[in-house]
């Protein structure tokens, strides 16, 4: 198994609170993504990180923020919790060397937040 | 933009029948085609992938796919469903940019 820890691996909080997320990675890997995934939508990008401190938007990136200081470490930050962010949220990496569309994703075990 | 679409939201076999999961996709470029599983309470795990070659191709736990350009799928089959197949099982299409697009995922059970 691919070497992604995720933290923490559940949480409830309330609406209006920060709250931040953490993937770790200890393959090296360039790419690293954070997807939430609620019923009925599969799994939705959020940010995605193509190198320390390079980063981008998915198609949901509204209410969230990310940093990637680390190659190992990406965040991502809720500002200010809401319902709608009640989810289940995973990171993903890939190695994203020439092909690197011709890539897999590795997961980690997600996170369950739950905004009250 | 890039689309995935996998009709069946979900799908009952019985143990030993065969099995076909439908995805339809979306790209205006090569596709970048994978088949991913997840168990309850996993992330996702790669199945078999495709992006050139031959059209038809071999993954894990017996799991072959079949990419039709003219027809815009890349369906997952598997000849005998076993008990422990039962999961959701997602689609998804790569841009070159390393994006993933999934679909909304097929849930398998499995009847004994």
């Known amino acids: 198994d691919a070497g992604i820890t995720q933290s923490p691996r559940h949480k409830v909080t309330e609406t209006g609170t920060p709250v931040t997320l953490r993937c770790h990675q200890t393959?090296?890997?360039?790419?690293m993504y954070w997807y939430r995934q609620d019923p009925g939508h599969g799994l939705r990008l959020i940010h995605y990180?193509?190198?320390?401190?390079?980063?981008d938007k998915g198609e949901v990136s509204d209410g969230y923020s990310v940093s990637r200081s680390k190659t190992e470490d990406f965040l991502l930050t809720l500002e200010s919790a809401t319902s709608s962010q009640t989810s289940v949220y995973f990171c993903?990496?890939?190695?994203?060397?020439?092909?690197?569309?011709?890539?897999?994703?590795?997961f980690g075990s997600g996170t369950q937040l739950s905004v009250l | 933009a890039q689309s995935v679409t996998q009709p069946d939201i979900h799908i009952t076999v019985s143990e030993g029948a065969s099995l076909e999961l439908r995805c339809n996709y979306s790209y205006g470029a090569t596709p970048y085609l994978f088949w991913y599983v997840q168990s309850p309470g996993q992330g996702l795990q790669l199945l078999l992938k495709?992006?050139?070659?031959?059209?038809l191709v071999q993954g894990i736990k017996g799991f072959e796919a079949e990419f039709k350009r003219s027809q815009s799928s890349f369906n997952l089959r598997k000849p005998s469903v076993h008990w422990s197949d039962a999961a959701e099982y997602f689609c998804?299409?790569?841009?070159?940019?390393?994006?993933?697009?999934f679909g909304d995922g097929t849930t398998l059970t499995v009847k004994p």
């Open positions: 993903a990496i890939s190695e994203g060397g020439a092909q690197v569309a011709n890539e897999k994703l590795f």
């Open positions: 990180s193509y190198g320390v401190k390079d980063t």
């Open positions: 998804a299409v790569n841009t070159n940019a390393g994006k993933s697009t």
């Open positions: 393959e090296n890997h360039r790419y």
């Open positions: 495709y992006f050139s070659g031959d059209t």
